[in-house]
Protein backbone atom coordinates (compact mmCIF):
# COMPACT_ATOMS: atom_id res chain seq x y z
CA UNK A 1 0.00 0.00 0.00
CA UNK A 2 2.70 2.59 -1.37
CA UNK A 3 1.67 6.36 -1.44
CA UNK A 4 4.39 8.79 -1.63
CA UNK A 5 5.26 12.19 0.00
CA UNK A 6 7.16 15.05 -2.03
CA UNK A 7 9.20 16.57 0.71
CA UNK A 8 9.88 20.12 0.46
CA UNK A 9 13.11 21.53 0.32
CA UNK A 10 13.26 23.73 4.44
CA UNK A 11 12.62 19.79 5.46
CA UNK A 12 15.05 17.83 3.25
CA UNK A 13 17.77 18.66 5.91
CA UNK A 14 15.21 16.32 7.97
CA UNK A 15 15.06 13.65 5.09
CA UNK A 16 18.72 13.39 4.61
CA UNK A 17 17.91 15.17 1.17
CA UNK A 18 15.37 13.01 0.22
CA UNK A 19 12.49 14.42 -2.32
CA UNK A 20 10.45 11.54 -2.69
CA UNK A 21 9.43 9.14 0.03
CA UNK A 22 7.30 6.17 -0.11
CA UNK A 23 4.99 5.51 2.93
CA UNK A 24 2.10 2.98 4.20
CA UNK A 25 -0.05 5.07 6.08
CA UNK A 26 -3.84 5.05 5.39
CA UNK A 27 -4.13 9.04 6.83
CA UNK A 28 -2.88 12.23 6.82
CA UNK A 29 -2.80 11.99 10.40
CA UNK A 30 -0.56 8.47 10.30
CA UNK A 31 1.62 9.72 7.50
CA UNK A 32 2.92 12.12 9.61
CA UNK A 33 2.85 9.96 12.61
CA UNK A 34 4.87 7.04 10.13
CA UNK A 35 7.39 10.25 8.63
CA UNK A 36 8.32 11.54 12.52
CA UNK A 37 9.00 7.55 13.60
CA UNK A 38 11.64 7.50 10.38
CA UNK A 39 12.36 11.25 10.43
CA UNK A 40 12.34 12.31 14.03
CA UNK A 41 12.01 16.31 14.19
CA UNK A 42 9.38 16.10 11.22
CA UNK A 43 6.37 16.56 13.02
CA UNK A 44 6.69 19.55 15.12
CA UNK A 45 7.73 21.22 11.83
CA UNK A 46 4.31 20.27 10.60
CA UNK A 47 2.27 20.50 13.43
CA UNK A 48 1.64 22.95 16.20
CA UNK A 49 1.69 22.52 20.00
CA UNK A 50 -2.23 21.99 19.62
CA UNK A 51 -1.85 18.58 16.83
CA UNK A 52 -3.38 20.93 14.40
CA UNK A 53 -1.54 21.48 10.73
CA UNK A 54 0.57 24.69 11.13
CA UNK A 55 -0.93 27.77 9.37
CA UNK A 56 1.93 28.16 6.79
CA UNK A 57 2.05 24.42 6.07
CA UNK A 58 -0.12 23.29 3.12
CA UNK A 59 -0.77 19.75 2.74
CA UNK A 60 -2.01 18.39 -0.44
CA UNK A 61 -3.15 14.74 -2.19
CA UNK A 62 -3.01 14.59 -5.53
CA UNK A 63 -3.34 18.33 -6.14
CA UNK A 64 -5.97 18.87 -3.51
CA UNK A 65 -5.60 20.83 -0.29
CA UNK A 66 -6.47 18.68 2.29
CA UNK A 67 -8.84 21.32 4.09
CA UNK A 68 -10.94 21.18 1.15
CA UNK A 69 -11.18 17.32 2.31
CA UNK A 70 -10.89 15.79 5.84
CA UNK A 71 -7.86 17.73 6.71
CA UNK A 72 -5.45 15.17 8.90
CA UNK A 73 -8.63 12.30 8.67
CA UNK A 74 -8.43 12.80 4.69
CA UNK A 75 -8.18 8.92 3.99
CA UNK A 76 -5.86 7.68 1.34
CA UNK A 77 -5.43 4.71 -0.99
CA UNK A 78 -2.47 3.28 -2.93
CA UNK A 79 -0.45 5.56 -5.49
CA UNK A 80 -1.33 8.85 -4.10
CA UNK A 81 0.75 11.48 -3.79
CA UNK A 82 1.42 14.15 -0.77
CA UNK A 83 2.56 17.30 -1.21
CA UNK A 84 3.30 19.42 1.58
CA UNK A 85 4.26 23.09 0.47
CA UNK A 86 4.68 26.64 2.37
CA UNK A 87 2.07 29.14 1.33
CA UNK A 88 3.47 31.41 -0.67
CA UNK A 89 2.74 34.92 -2.00
CA UNK A 90 0.39 36.33 -5.11
CA UNK A 91 -0.34 37.26 -7.66
CA UNK B 1 19.39 45.08 5.15
CA UNK B 2 20.88 43.15 8.64
CA UNK B 3 19.08 39.49 8.19
CA UNK B 4 15.74 37.49 7.16
CA UNK B 5 13.85 36.80 10.30
CA UNK B 6 10.80 34.48 10.82
CA UNK B 7 7.64 36.61 11.39
CA UNK B 8 6.21 33.50 13.18
CA UNK B 9 9.14 32.26 15.86
CA UNK B 10 11.75 35.73 15.12
CA UNK B 11 14.60 32.98 14.08
CA UNK B 12 16.75 35.25 11.90
CA UNK B 13 18.29 33.98 8.30
CA UNK B 14 21.32 35.22 6.37
CA UNK B 15 20.09 37.30 3.25
CA UNK B 16 20.44 34.81 0.90
CA UNK B 17 16.95 33.50 -1.33
CA UNK B 18 15.37 31.99 1.11
CA UNK B 19 11.75 32.69 2.10
CA UNK B 20 10.42 30.49 4.22
CA UNK B 21 11.79 29.29 8.18
CA UNK B 22 12.74 25.62 8.52
CA UNK B 23 11.32 25.54 11.39
CA UNK B 24 7.77 26.24 11.46
CA UNK B 25 7.34 27.20 7.47
CA UNK B 26 6.64 30.68 8.84
CA UNK B 27 7.26 33.40 5.95
CA UNK B 28 10.57 35.75 6.51
CA UNK B 29 10.64 38.93 6.22
CA UNK B 30 13.45 41.67 5.91
CA UNK B 31 15.01 43.03 8.99
CA UNK B 32 16.64 46.95 8.68
CA UNK B 33 18.79 48.73 11.03
CA UNK B 34 16.65 51.55 11.61
CA UNK B 35 18.78 53.41 13.68
CA UNK B 36 21.42 53.71 10.77
CA UNK B 37 18.80 54.60 8.35
CA UNK B 38 17.31 57.15 10.54
CA UNK B 39 20.84 59.33 10.47
CA UNK B 40 20.54 60.09 6.62
CA UNK B 41 17.17 59.20 5.29
CA UNK B 42 15.41 62.28 5.85
CA UNK B 43 12.66 64.41 3.69
CA UNK B 44 15.24 66.69 2.16
CA UNK B 45 17.60 63.35 0.92
CA UNK B 46 14.46 62.05 -0.42
CA UNK B 47 13.16 65.42 -2.03
CA UNK B 48 15.87 65.62 -3.83
CA UNK B 49 16.22 62.31 -5.26
CA UNK B 50 14.36 61.17 -8.89
CA UNK B 51 10.86 61.09 -8.57
CA UNK B 52 10.60 57.15 -8.61
CA UNK B 53 10.11 54.52 -5.87
CA UNK B 54 13.35 54.21 -5.45
CA UNK B 55 14.16 57.62 -4.33
CA UNK B 56 13.10 55.42 -1.01
CA UNK B 57 15.79 53.17 -1.43
CA UNK B 58 16.97 52.89 2.16
CA UNK B 59 13.88 51.19 3.08
CA UNK B 60 13.81 48.76 -0.06
CA UNK B 61 16.33 45.67 0.31
CA UNK B 62 18.47 45.79 -2.14
CA UNK B 63 22.32 45.89 -0.95
CA UNK B 64 23.92 48.18 -3.82
CA UNK B 65 22.39 50.84 -6.22
CA UNK B 66 19.66 49.03 -7.83
CA UNK B 67 20.12 47.63 -11.45
CA UNK B 68 16.53 46.74 -12.54
CA UNK B 69 13.82 48.77 -13.05
CA UNK B 70 15.05 52.29 -12.05
CA UNK B 71 11.94 54.87 -13.26
CA UNK B 72 9.19 52.68 -11.56
CA UNK B 73 6.90 54.10 -9.32
CA UNK B 74 5.98 57.88 -8.31
CA UNK B 75 2.70 57.35 -9.83
CA UNK B 76 0.23 59.89 -9.84
CA UNK B 77 -2.00 60.70 -6.52
CA UNK B 78 -5.19 62.12 -7.93
CA UNK B 79 -7.71 64.46 -6.09
CA UNK B 80 -10.92 62.46 -7.23
CA UNK B 81 -13.76 65.25 -6.63
CA UNK B 82 -15.81 63.86 -8.81
CA UNK B 83 -15.55 60.57 -7.51
CA UNK B 84 -15.72 61.87 -4.13
CA UNK B 85 -19.17 63.44 -4.80
CA UNK B 86 -21.00 60.12 -6.88
CA UNK B 87 -19.44 58.66 -3.34
CA UNK B 88 -21.09 60.71 -0.86
CA UNK B 89 -17.22 61.76 0.81
CA UNK B 90 -16.02 64.78 1.85
CA UNK B 91 -11.99 64.22 -0.06
CA UNK B 92 -11.06 61.09 -2.15
CA UNK B 93 -7.56 60.55 -3.30
CA UNK B 94 -6.97 57.93 -5.92
CA UNK B 95 -3.49 56.88 -5.93
CA UNK B 96 -3.43 55.51 -9.59
CA UNK B 97 -0.93 52.52 -10.63
CA UNK B 98 -2.71 52.32 -13.89
CA UNK B 99 0.05 54.21 -15.06
CA UNK B 100 3.04 52.16 -13.30
CA UNK B 101 5.87 51.76 -15.33
CA UNK B 102 6.58 49.65 -17.40
CA UNK B 103 3.90 47.19 -17.71
CA UNK B 104 0.59 49.19 -16.04
CA UNK B 105 0.28 47.76 -12.70
CA UNK B 106 1.96 48.18 -9.05
CA UNK B 107 3.62 44.82 -9.69
CA UNK B 108 6.19 46.55 -11.24
CA UNK B 109 7.32 48.16 -7.76
CA UNK B 110 7.60 44.72 -6.57
CA UNK B 111 9.51 43.00 -9.30
CA UNK B 112 11.99 45.90 -9.61
CA UNK B 113 13.05 45.21 -6.33
CA UNK B 114 13.31 41.08 -6.73
CA UNK B 115 15.32 41.48 -10.05
CA UNK B 116 17.93 43.74 -8.68
CA UNK B 117 18.20 42.01 -5.52
CA UNK B 118 18.64 38.90 -8.19
CA UNK B 119 20.96 39.95 -10.00
CA UNK B 120 22.81 40.80 -6.50
CA UNK B 121 22.69 37.12 -5.51
CA UNK B 122 24.09 36.20 -8.79
CA UNK B 123 20.35 34.61 -10.28
CA UNK B 124 20.50 34.78 -14.32
CA UNK B 125 17.18 33.00 -14.76
CA UNK B 126 13.89 34.99 -12.61
CA UNK B 127 10.72 33.21 -12.57
CA UNK B 128 6.93 33.83 -10.75
CA UNK B 129 3.80 32.48 -10.15
CA UNK B 130 1.59 34.78 -11.59
CA UNK B 131 -2.24 35.86 -12.23
CA UNK B 132 -1.07 38.01 -15.07
CA UNK B 133 0.38 40.98 -13.58
CA UNK B 134 2.95 39.45 -12.38
CA UNK B 135 3.88 37.70 -15.26
CA UNK B 136 4.09 40.91 -17.41
CA UNK B 137 6.24 42.96 -15.18
CA UNK B 138 8.49 39.76 -14.75
CA UNK B 139 8.64 39.22 -18.38
CA UNK B 140 9.23 42.92 -19.28
CA UNK B 141 11.55 43.53 -16.55
CA UNK B 142 13.97 40.28 -17.06
CA UNK B 143 13.84 41.09 -20.92
CA UNK B 144 15.09 44.95 -20.27
CA UNK B 145 17.95 43.34 -17.58
CA UNK B 146 18.88 40.67 -19.80
CA UNK B 147 17.58 38.25 -17.90
CA UNK B 148 15.40 34.84 -18.84
CA UNK B 149 12.41 34.45 -17.89
CA UNK B 150 9.70 31.68 -16.80
CA UNK B 151 6.38 32.64 -16.07
CA UNK B 152 3.96 30.76 -15.12
CA UNK B 153 0.08 31.70 -15.03
CA UNK B 154 -3.60 29.87 -14.86
CA UNK B 155 -4.28 28.87 -19.14
CA UNK B 156 -7.41 30.94 -18.15
CA UNK B 157 -6.06 34.15 -17.82
CA UNK B 158 -7.18 37.15 -19.65
CA UNK B 159 -6.33 37.15 -23.40
CA UNK B 160 -4.41 40.85 -23.08
CA UNK B 161 -2.51 39.16 -20.31
CA UNK B 162 -1.01 36.48 -21.93
CA UNK B 163 -0.13 38.85 -24.96
CA UNK B 164 1.56 41.42 -22.64
CA UNK B 165 3.72 38.36 -21.09
CA UNK B 166 4.57 36.67 -24.48
CA UNK B 167 5.44 40.10 -26.51
CA UNK B 168 9.05 40.22 -24.12
CA UNK B 169 9.99 36.58 -25.18
CA UNK B 170 9.51 35.10 -21.74
CA UNK B 171 8.41 31.83 -21.69
CA UNK B 172 4.81 31.48 -20.67
CA UNK B 173 3.45 28.48 -19.20
CA UNK B 174 -0.22 28.11 -18.71
CA UNK B 175 -1.67 25.87 -16.17
CA UNK B 176 -4.43 24.01 -16.32
CA UNK B 177 -6.07 25.49 -13.24
CA UNK B 178 -6.40 28.09 -10.83
CA UNK B 179 -3.68 30.34 -9.19
CA UNK B 180 -3.42 28.21 -5.86
CA UNK B 181 -2.72 25.11 -8.32
CA UNK B 182 -0.20 27.17 -10.23
CA UNK B 183 1.89 28.57 -7.02
CA UNK B 184 1.27 24.67 -5.32
CA UNK B 185 3.35 23.76 -8.64
CA UNK B 186 5.83 26.82 -9.00
CA UNK B 187 6.64 26.30 -4.89
CA UNK B 188 7.88 22.46 -6.25
CA UNK B 189 9.89 23.72 -9.38
CA UNK B 190 11.66 26.77 -7.24
CA UNK B 191 13.06 23.95 -5.16
CA UNK B 192 14.44 22.22 -7.66
CA UNK B 193 15.97 24.56 -10.30
CA UNK B 194 18.02 27.07 -9.67
CA UNK B 195 16.18 30.40 -10.49
CA UNK B 196 14.95 33.23 -8.93
CA UNK B 197 11.24 32.74 -8.25
CA UNK B 198 9.78 36.63 -7.33
CA UNK B 199 7.33 35.19 -5.16
CA UNK B 200 8.80 32.29 -3.94
CA UNK B 201 12.25 32.23 -2.59
CA UNK B 202 12.94 35.91 -3.49
CA UNK B 203 9.54 36.38 -1.87
CA UNK B 204 11.05 38.72 1.47
CA UNK B 205 12.48 41.02 -0.96
CA UNK B 206 9.68 41.30 -3.15
CA UNK B 207 7.02 42.28 -1.07
CA UNK B 208 8.56 44.52 0.33
CA UNK B 209 9.00 46.73 -3.08
CA UNK B 210 4.95 47.28 -2.35
CA UNK B 211 5.65 49.42 1.02
CA UNK B 212 7.06 52.21 -2.29
CA UNK B 213 3.30 52.57 -2.94
CA UNK B 214 2.68 53.80 0.40
CA UNK B 215 5.40 55.56 0.95
CA UNK B 216 4.44 57.70 -2.21
CA UNK B 217 1.10 58.09 -1.02
CA UNK B 218 2.52 59.73 2.53
CA UNK B 219 4.80 61.94 0.70
CA UNK B 220 2.07 63.17 -2.16
CA UNK B 221 -0.17 63.96 0.73
CA UNK B 222 2.27 66.41 2.02
CA UNK B 223 4.10 63.71 4.67
CA UNK B 224 0.64 63.12 5.80
CA UNK B 225 -1.00 59.54 6.56
CA UNK B 226 -4.13 59.15 5.09
CA UNK B 227 -7.30 58.49 7.71
CA UNK B 228 -8.25 55.98 5.31
CA UNK B 229 -6.72 53.74 3.39
CA UNK B 230 -8.87 51.16 1.05
CA UNK B 231 -6.83 48.10 -0.96
CA UNK B 232 -7.68 45.37 -2.67
CA UNK B 233 -6.83 41.69 -1.67
CA UNK B 234 -5.26 39.02 -3.27
CA UNK B 235 -2.91 37.19 -1.08
CA UNK B 236 -2.78 40.15 1.29
CA UNK B 237 0.77 41.11 0.56
CA UNK B 238 -0.12 44.65 -0.68
CA UNK B 239 -2.03 45.63 2.45
CA UNK B 240 0.17 44.58 5.07
CA UNK B 241 2.56 46.57 3.29
CA UNK B 242 1.30 49.68 3.44
CA UNK B 243 0.26 49.79 6.94
CA UNK B 244 4.26 49.04 7.30
CA UNK B 245 5.12 51.59 4.78
CA UNK B 246 2.83 53.87 7.61
CA UNK B 247 4.66 52.73 10.86
CA UNK B 248 8.27 52.58 9.18
CA UNK B 249 7.77 56.59 8.28
CA UNK B 250 6.00 56.98 11.83
CA UNK B 251 9.18 55.43 13.38
CA UNK B 252 12.01 57.43 11.26
CA UNK B 253 9.67 60.48 11.50
CA UNK B 254 8.93 61.35 8.38
CA UNK B 255 5.26 61.45 8.95
CA UNK B 256 3.66 62.43 12.35
CA UNK B 257 1.91 59.84 14.27
CA UNK B 258 -1.60 59.66 13.41
CA UNK B 259 -5.17 57.49 13.70
CA UNK B 260 -5.29 55.73 10.78
CA UNK B 261 -7.80 53.12 9.16
CA UNK B 262 -6.61 50.42 6.67
CA UNK B 263 -9.99 48.74 4.56
CA UNK B 264 -9.34 45.28 2.48
CA UNK B 265 -11.31 44.66 -0.64
CA UNK B 266 -12.18 41.62 -2.64
CA UNK B 267 -14.78 40.14 -5.27
CA UNK B 268 -17.51 38.26 -3.71
CA UNK B 269 -16.34 35.01 -5.64
CA UNK B 270 -13.19 34.59 -3.67
CA UNK B 271 -13.40 36.57 -0.25
CA UNK B 272 -11.67 34.56 2.38
CA UNK B 273 -10.16 37.49 3.84
CA UNK B 274 -12.95 39.98 3.73
CA UNK B 275 -15.65 37.00 5.43
CA UNK B 276 -13.10 35.95 7.90
CA UNK B 277 -13.15 39.69 8.80
CA UNK B 278 -16.79 40.24 8.75
CA UNK B 279 -17.14 37.01 10.84
CA UNK B 280 -14.69 38.66 13.58
CA UNK B 281 -12.42 35.65 13.14
CA UNK B 282 -8.46 35.64 13.07
CA UNK B 283 -8.11 32.95 10.57
CA UNK B 284 -9.90 32.23 7.14
CA UNK B 285 -10.94 29.24 5.83
CA UNK B 286 -9.18 28.92 1.96
CA UNK B 287 -12.13 28.85 -1.04
CA UNK B 288 -11.98 28.12 -4.84
CA UNK B 289 -12.38 31.11 -6.38
CA UNK B 290 -14.58 31.49 -9.01
CA UNK B 291 -14.46 35.60 -10.46
CA UNK B 292 -14.26 38.31 -13.30
CA UNK B 293 -11.48 39.90 -10.66
CA UNK B 294 -9.00 37.29 -11.73
CA UNK B 295 -5.90 39.10 -10.23
CA UNK B 296 -7.00 38.78 -7.19
CA UNK B 297 -8.33 35.30 -7.51
CA UNK B 298 -6.29 33.55 -5.19
CA UNK B 299 -8.32 31.39 -2.62
CA UNK B 300 -5.19 30.31 -0.05
CA UNK B 301 -3.94 33.80 0.94
CA UNK B 302 -0.38 33.57 1.60
CA UNK B 303 -0.65 37.06 4.14
CA UNK B 304 -4.11 36.58 4.58
CA UNK B 305 -3.17 36.10 8.62
CA UNK B 306 -1.60 38.99 8.93
CA UNK B 307 -4.05 40.80 6.30
CA UNK B 308 -6.64 40.28 9.23
CA UNK B 309 -4.42 41.36 11.94
CA UNK B 310 -3.82 44.58 10.42
CA UNK B 311 -7.48 45.47 9.66
CA UNK B 312 -7.81 44.38 13.18
CA UNK B 313 -5.37 46.88 14.50
CA UNK B 314 -5.93 49.83 12.58
CA UNK B 315 -9.52 49.22 12.98
CA UNK B 316 -10.22 48.74 9.51
CA UNK B 317 -13.23 47.10 7.72
CA UNK B 318 -13.22 44.47 4.85
CA UNK B 319 -15.90 43.90 2.16
CA UNK B 320 -16.63 42.19 -0.90
CA UNK B 321 -18.63 42.95 -4.09
CA UNK B 322 -19.72 40.69 -6.97
CA UNK B 323 -19.14 40.65 -10.54
CA UNK B 324 -21.91 43.19 -11.28
CA UNK B 325 -20.51 45.39 -9.00
CA UNK B 326 -17.09 45.05 -10.08
CA UNK B 327 -18.08 46.42 -13.46
CA UNK B 328 -20.49 49.22 -12.28
CA UNK B 329 -17.22 50.12 -10.03
CA UNK B 330 -14.80 50.17 -12.71
CA UNK B 331 -17.33 52.61 -14.91
CA UNK B 332 -17.78 54.30 -12.08
CA UNK B 333 -13.91 55.66 -11.69
CA UNK B 334 -13.71 55.98 -15.54
CA UNK B 335 -16.76 57.99 -15.97
CA UNK B 336 -15.87 60.31 -13.22
CA UNK B 337 -11.99 60.85 -13.19
CA UNK B 338 -11.19 59.32 -16.49
CA UNK B 339 -9.20 56.69 -15.17
CA UNK B 340 -9.64 53.00 -16.30
CA UNK B 341 -8.95 50.58 -13.85
CA UNK B 342 -8.81 46.61 -14.69
CA UNK B 343 -11.39 44.81 -12.18
CA UNK B 344 -8.72 44.65 -9.08
CA UNK B 345 -9.89 48.19 -9.19
CA UNK B 346 -13.34 47.75 -9.96
CA UNK B 347 -13.36 45.96 -6.63
CA UNK B 348 -11.14 48.73 -4.40
CA UNK B 349 -13.53 51.24 -5.76
CA UNK B 350 -16.80 48.97 -5.28
CA UNK B 351 -16.06 48.38 -1.73
CA UNK B 352 -15.15 51.82 -0.86
CA UNK B 353 -18.62 52.68 -2.00
CA UNK B 354 -19.97 50.21 0.34
CA UNK B 355 -18.07 51.24 3.00
CA UNK B 356 -18.89 54.87 2.96
CA UNK B 357 -22.57 53.57 2.35
CA UNK B 358 -22.52 51.71 5.36
CA UNK B 359 -20.48 54.56 7.10
CA UNK B 360 -17.78 52.09 8.45
CA UNK B 361 -15.91 55.26 6.27
CA UNK B 362 -17.03 58.67 7.65
CA UNK B 363 -18.36 60.62 4.82
CA UNK B 364 -16.92 64.18 6.83
CA UNK B 365 -13.25 61.94 5.97
CA UNK B 366 -10.48 61.34 3.60
CA UNK B 367 -9.84 58.92 1.76
CA UNK B 368 -7.47 57.08 -0.36
CA UNK B 369 -8.20 54.17 -2.97
CA UNK B 370 -5.52 52.19 -4.19
CA UNK B 371 -6.07 51.31 -7.89
CA UNK B 372 -3.44 48.45 -8.84
CA UNK B 373 -3.89 47.52 -12.71
CA UNK B 374 -5.03 48.78 -15.89
CA UNK B 375 -8.35 48.24 -17.74
CA UNK B 376 -6.74 47.98 -21.00
CA UNK B 377 -5.42 44.52 -19.83
CA UNK B 378 -8.61 43.15 -18.89
CA UNK B 379 -10.97 44.08 -21.86
CA UNK B 380 -12.80 40.83 -21.83
CA UNK B 381 -14.36 41.61 -18.42
CA UNK B 382 -15.98 44.68 -19.37
CA UNK B 383 -16.78 44.05 -23.29
CA UNK B 384 -20.35 44.08 -23.88
CA UNK B 385 -21.17 45.58 -20.73
CA UNK B 386 -20.73 49.62 -22.05
CA UNK B 387 -22.14 50.26 -24.86
CA UNK B 388 -21.30 50.11 -28.30
CA UNK B 389 -20.91 52.65 -31.02
CA UNK B 390 -23.43 54.21 -33.14
CA UNK B 391 -22.72 53.39 -36.62
CA UNK B 392 -23.53 55.94 -39.40
CA UNK B 393 -22.39 56.61 -42.85
CA UNK B 394 -20.33 59.92 -43.80
CA UNK B 395 -23.38 61.56 -43.89
CA UNK B 396 -23.99 65.32 -42.24
CA UNK B 397 -27.62 64.34 -42.71
CA UNK B 398 -27.73 61.01 -40.60
CA UNK B 399 -25.79 62.33 -37.98
CA UNK B 400 -28.06 64.51 -37.55
CA UNK B 401 -30.86 62.38 -37.53
CA UNK B 402 -28.82 60.63 -34.99
CA UNK B 403 -28.45 63.05 -32.49
CA UNK B 404 -32.05 64.06 -33.17
CA UNK B 405 -33.12 60.84 -31.98
CA UNK B 406 -31.00 60.77 -28.67
CA UNK B 407 -30.64 64.08 -27.73
CA UNK B 408 -33.14 67.10 -28.84
CA UNK B 409 -31.45 69.80 -27.01
CA UNK B 410 -27.91 69.44 -28.90
CA UNK B 411 -29.61 70.25 -32.20
CA UNK B 412 -29.16 73.88 -33.44
CA UNK B 413 -26.52 74.48 -30.34
Known amino acids: ?91 | MKALKCRECGREYPLTANHVCEFDFGPLEVVYDYDRIRKSFNRQAILARPQTMWRYRELLPVAHEPTVGFQVGFTPLVKADRLAKALGIRELWIKNDTVNYPTLSFKDRVVSVALSRAKELGFTTVACASTGNLANSVAANAAAAGMKAYVFIPSDLEQGKILNSLIYGANVIGIKGHYDEVNRLCAEIAGKYGWAFVNVNMRPYYAEGSKSMGFEIVEQLGWRIPKHTVVCMASGSLLTKIHKSYQEFIKLGLAGETDYHIHGAQATGCSPISTAQKAGLDFFKPVKPNTIAKSLAIGTPADGFYALKVLKETGGSADDVTDDEIREAIKLLAEHEGIFAETAGGVTVGVARKLIADGKISAKDSAVLCVTGNGLKTLDAVNGHCGHPREIKPSLREFEALLAAEDHSLLNA
Open chain 1, 1 to 91: MAKNVRIPTPLRKLTNNEELIEVSASTIGDVITELQSRYPGIKERLLDESGAVRRFVNVYVNEEDIRFLQNQQTKLKDGDEISIIPAIAGG
